[in-house]
Nanobody
Framework: VQLVESGGGLVQAGGSLRLSCVAS????????MSWYRQAPGKERDLVAS????????NYADAVKGRFTISGDNAKNTIDLQMSSLKPEDTGVYYC?????????????????WGQGTQVTVSS
C-alpha cells in the first residue's frame, strides 16, 4: 500500500486547511485509515481515524469539534478538514492505513504510512 498526502501549508490561527490522502496498491484489505501528527520534539499522536466499513470515526480530544475526517472508499481517499486552527496544531501530519491479510500463519495485521505533510499555524 502506498499513501500520498497533500494539502499542508502555512495558515494563520483561526484559519482552515484541508488535508487529503490517497491510497494505492493492495487497498482492499485496509480496514482503518487515520491521521497522525508529530510536533517538533514530540511523539507522533493520533488525530482522527475512520473505519472503512461503516465509517465510524474517532478523534483526539484536542481536535474534537474543530476537525472532521471523511473517506471515499471508491477513490481510496481520506480527507481531514481542519478549522479554527491553533498554533499547537502545528506539526507534520501523516496518513496511516491499517488492515489485515490472510497468510499461512493466520491473519496478519499491518500498517503503512505516508511521507507526511507540514502544517504550520502562525499566531
Amino acid at each position: 500500500v502506498q499513501l500520498v498526502e497533500s494539502g499542508g501549508g502555512l495558515v494563520q490561527a483561526g484559519g482552515s486547511l484541508r488535508l487529503s490522502c490517497v491510497a494505492s496498491g493492495s487497498t482492499s484489505d485496509i480496514d482503518v485509515m487515520s491521521w497522525y501528527r508529530q510536533a517538533p520534539g514530540k511523539e507522533r499522536d493520533l488525530v482522527a481515524s475512520i473505519a472503512r466499513s461503516g465509517g465510524a470515526t474517532n478523534y483526539a480530544d484536542a481536535v474534537k469539534g474543530r476537525f472532521t475526517i471523511s473517506g471515499d472508499n471508491a477513490k481510496n481517499t481520506i480527507d481531514l478538514q481542519m478549522s479554527s486552527l491553533k498554533p499547537e496544531d502545528t506539526g507534520v501530519y501523516y496518513c496511516k492505513a491499517a488492515g489485515a491479510s490472510a497468510s499461512v500463519w493466520g491473519l496478519r495485521r499491518w500498517a503503512y504510512w505516508g511521507q507526511g505533510t507540514q502544517v504550520t499555524v502562525s499566531s
